[in-house]
């Protein structure tokens, strides 16, 4: 009987021990109920009691239950977002902006550059197959 004994105060003891540094390693804001002095103090002068009320009641969570989102919930999310896509597509904006500066600078198209047609609408400079009927002329169509 009086190992049992011993043992059972070595484990009190024990979880006693590790309730208290873990009591004092967490954050204040991982403290539910009372505050962190308060929860040190519970601690301390009820090992055993203590302890299991510091693990069922005061020990928060790691991220808070409402901490953790989705990301479409997530305003700050969101608002990165759009800030991201508005600076994506100023850029975008601005690039096709000097683009076009620099095509107006050019001048005329190049491809323009074929003479304008006859208004008879026979066109010399234009391509094989543009008119229907080329080719063809006598041809009753």
Do not use: N
Not at 99 to 117: K, N, T, V
Request: net charge negative.
């Amino acid at each position: 009987m009086a190992r049992l004994l011993l043992i059972l105060a070595l484990v009190a003891t024990a979880f006693w021990v590790y309730t208290i540094v873990d009591c004092a390693v967490q954050p204040a804001t991982r403290h539910r109920g009372v505050s962190k002095p308060a929860w040190m103090v519970i601690v301390i002068l009820l090992p055993v009691l203590g302890g299991i009320l510091w693990f069922v009641i005061g020990r928060g969570r790691a991220g808070g239950p409402a901490l953790r989102r989705a990301p479409d919930d997530d305003p700050e999310f969101l608002g990165g977002l759009s800030d991201r896509a508005r600076a994506e597509q100023d850029e975008r904006i601005r690039r096709l902006e000097e683009e076009l500066a620099q095509l107006d600078s050019e001048g005329e198209d190049p491809r323009d550059s074929r003479p304008a047609p006859k208004p008879d609408g026979d066109d010399p400079g234009g391509k094989p197959g543009d008119d229907d009927t080329r080719g063809q002329r006598g041809a009753v169509g």
